[in-house]
Structures are given as structure tokens and as C-alpha cells.
């Protein structure tokens, strides 16, 4: 418990200095100084208000991330989609998010302790900021791919993956830019037993 509480405080470290880039992205996109505030005061929105603005920023983020050639990542908004609506995640800094999830990840909704994911399975959160004065704009996209057993040990055979909302790669813990998204894996410890990956929560969840 002790563990997974330090690994919880990073991630809201690391949160942090997601924000950071976030809100550089956002004044560069917007040329504001309201867009670098974004990510301090996220807007509270209903369920339905989120998937509106989500609505409206869907093909704009695809067409963004699609720039980064990623083939795994090739029409990831048609895979299986985890949430109802977007939520706010507190380790993506403070943006909504969504929870993707291709074909061969066929377990990830009913995962139990000590059980994982098949080779293949890829995982992708796209993000979006929504201030309280009424500012929007794409965020990263967040991808975990489920490598073959044995390629990546210091990583449980998961790499981490960080698009920008114009397809630049922040890092690739397989490719360019490791070092950037290295932490990730740090954050992920905290759910270990669900084989280092996170879900919706409770109240997002489709069905419930």
C-alpha cells in the first residue's frame, strides 16, 4: 500500500509537468494567456456537454495524431471506447480523456488481479482541455502498446507512446524521444496487479 501510495504522487508529479506542456501547446495554438491557465481550471461539465465539445474536436484530433504514422494508432476512434463520456483524469493533467481500446485488448474492460493483456494490445486515451472560461482545444494522445514477451522486462512489455495534437511525438519509450516518456511506467506501477493499467472510473463506465 505504502509503495502504490509514493507511485500515486509521482503520477501527480509527473501530472505536472504534463500541464506544462499542455499549456505550452495551448499558447502556441492560441496565442492566449487564458489557454496556459487551461489546465489549472478545468470546466466542470455535465456528461453530455463533454461529449459535445468532444463531438466537435474528434475529427480534428484524429486528423492531428494521424500526421505521427503510428499504423497501430490507424483509426483507433472506431475500436471499442471504455467510457460514456469524457472524464477528467488528475495524471493526464487535469484533461478530459477518453479510453480506447483495439480488438486484440479484448480483456481490458473485465481484467482481474494478476491478469494481462495478449501481445497486440493496444491502448489509447486522446485528450482534450476545457477551461472554466470557456476555452477548448486537443490534447495528447496517450498510447500503450502490449509488446512481446521479453522485449521490454524494465517495462512489464509495455511501451509508452506521447503524440501531440499536431502528430509531433513528444516520446516513444521504443523510438525517439525515450527519455521524455520514461516516467510513464513509473505512474503505471501504481496498478501493477491489473497488469500496469488503468481504468475508467466507476461512474464513465459504459453501461453503468
Known sequence: MFSRLIALRLCLIYALSFAIVDARQALAQSGGED??????NPAELSKEEALQIYTSLQKRMA????A????????????????????????HGQRFVNSYANRMAHNYGTLQEGEKLPTGSVLAKDSMTVTDEGNTHPGALFVM?????????????????MVMPDGSLFGDTM???????AYCHDCHEAVADRDY???????????N
Open 35 to 40: 489557454a496556459h491557465l487551461a489546465i489549472e
Open 63 to 66: 486528423q492531428g495524431y494521424a
Open 68 to 91: 505521427a504514422q503510428f499504423e497501430q494508432l490507424r483509426n483507433y476512434q472506431n475500436w471499442p471506447l471504455f467510457n460514456d463520456a469524457p472524464y477528467i483524469s488528475a495524471t
Open 145 to 161: 502498446e502490449k509488446l512481446a514477451e521479453g522485449t521490454s522486462p524494465e517495462t512489464a512489455d509495455w511501451r509508452y507512446i
Open 175 to 181: 523510438g525517439d524521444r525515450a527519455d521524455n516518456v
Open 197 to 207: 493499467t488503468f481504468f475508467v472510473p466507476e461512474e464513465y463506465v459504459v453501461g
